[in-house]
């Protein structure tokens, strides 16, 4: 997963939501625990507190006040232990043993009578105590007087205990946390997966223009999705289709006007105007070498991935044209190609290129042209070379520029270089020109049918 993957978006944002999650629950079980053990506390002390009361008696032989039997908590008998009582009445203080020498600081309220109030003050030693209290009147066998009682225990211990629940809880959210995430990965897989069908479906559409995404497959929330990105290709594909037939017409529209406009050349040229010949017949070449580019340009719109092409077959159709013209029949023309070589290609665009190289070659040859294949595996090159005066090397780059004006090159290579690059490109092939002494060799090159295609590199 990279950092533009929606998978890796969306697990990160599941992940920072369940720890987020998981972080504030975490937090609210922490508080709510503290209250849980405060109000155990205070029942507690509660408790201790109706303990010292009931507790408290008259010395028969001296009248004090005196506590006769002291809460049961053995930390009362502990000096500093964290948990005290105390009994104040008029000047006279009783408490615990664990407060030794010292007395609860309580503050200067007015308590009614059996009330409670509950207070944080600090502690004989460092920290805090939670402290409950209540101001009891005594029965008069007893003395009668008002008494001020109270319980404490040190916060540390409420804080200690909650801190342990915090620190036990621990591991469960870390275990409960991967649970989450690792469902949330297993959602995410199953939720981005029409995605997935969505990419194979639009290869197979990259290499048959007629296979379509359909709705099988596909969640009710996708398939609206699907069906108009069917409408959508079937209308592009009739466009197309209208287009590459407006074009033909449009090409043999234009074949006779240009047939008797060379007729009108060889007038020209027997009534003595050969300058007008010339730009005449200058023209109608440009004009016929542009209606063969849109030509060929309408038709790799429509080209296939699924196409494929002996180059045999294709090289041996292409020589007995090319052989029969007047710059071919005077060359020796060699050959060395594998029967057995199929590409992905369509046989009419990979005719249209090799046809425009050998007559490029034929052109200017002074005896020879070599037509070879080379194979590498995953894709076979065409190679062709000529014993013609070749082309500088400064000009190669030029003549593969797209958009560069190729016809007025140094060799005096025409349009169809052109042509030939857009071919290569459509298929997914190569084009490179290589400067030789003599001469000069093109390659042509395309993926060997049988070996697995780039998904990028189909048409």
Do not use: C
Request: glycine share 8%.
């Amino acid at each position: 997963m990279t950092r533009g993957s929606l998978r890796l978006r969306l697990l990160l944002a599941g992940a920072i939501s369940i720890l987020l999650a998981l972080a504030l629950s975490a937090t609210g079980l922490t508080v709510l625990f503290y209250r849980h053990v405060e109000r155990r506390v205070d029942t507690e002390l509660g408790v201790f507190l109706d303990q010292i009361v009931s507790g408290l008696a008259q010395n028969k032989e001296t009248g004090a006040l005196e506590l006769t039997r002291t809460p049961s908590d053995p930390r009362f008998e502990v000096p500093l232990s964290g948990l005290y009582w105390q009994v104040s009445f008029d000047d006279t203080v009783l408490r615990s043993r664990s407060l030794w020498d010292n007395v609860l600081q309580l503050p200067d309220d007015e308590l009614a009578h059996g009330a409670l109030h509950r207070h944080v003050i600090p502690g004989p030693v460092s920290g805090d105590l939670l402290t409950l209290e209540r101001s009891v009147r005594l029965s008069p066998r007893v003395g009668g007087q008002t008494v001020r009682v109270a319980a404490a225990i040190s916060l540390g211990d409420v804080r200690s205990a909650t801190r342990d629940f915090a620190f036990d809880m621990l591991p469960y959210l870390i275990l409960l946390a991967l649970f989450l995430i690792g469902a949330a990965y297993i959602q995410v897989t199953i939720g981005l997966r029409p995605l997935h069908r969505i990419r194979q479906r639009l290869i197979a559409i990259r290499q048959d223009p007629d296979a379509r995404f359909g709705t099988a497959g596909f969640p009710q929330e996708i398939e609206p999705m699907a069906l108009e990105l069917d409408t959508l290709l079937t209308d592009r594909q009739t466009r197309i289709e209208k287009a590459r037939a407006r074009a033909g017409d449009l090409a043999h529209g234009l074949k006779t006007p240009l047939q008797v406009l060379l007729g009108d050349v060889e007038r020209l040229r027997l009534a003595g105007l050969n300058d007008i010949a010339e730009d005449v017949e200058n023209v109608a070449h440009t004009m016929q070498r542009h209606v063969e580019r849109e030509l060929a340009r309408a038709r790799l719109a429509t080209g296939t991935g699924q196409a494929v092409s002996n180059i045999s077959a294709t090289v041996g159709r292409v020589i007995s044209v090319v052989s029969r013209t007047p710059a071919g029949a005077a060359l020796d023309w060699a050959l060395d190609v594998d029967e057995q070589a199929n590409v992905v290609i369509d046989p009419d665009d990979l005719a249209e290129a090799l046809g425009n190289l050998l007559e490029n070659a034929a052109r200017h040859a002074r005896s020879r042209v070599s037509v070879r294949t080379v194979s590498d595996g995953n894709s076979i090159t065409i190679r062709i070379e000529d014993d013609g005066p070749g082309v500088p090397e400064d000009q190669i780059e030029k003549m593969l520029e797209r958009g560069g004006r190729l016809d007025q090159s140094a060799s005096g290579a025409g349009l169809g270089l052109a042509i030939v690059q857009e071919i290569a490109d459509a298929w997914g092939g190569t084009f490179r020109l290589r400067p030789q002494k003599p001469g000069l060799a093109v390659e042509l090159g395309f993926h060997a049918i049988g070996n697995k295609m780039d998904d990028d590199r189909s048409p």
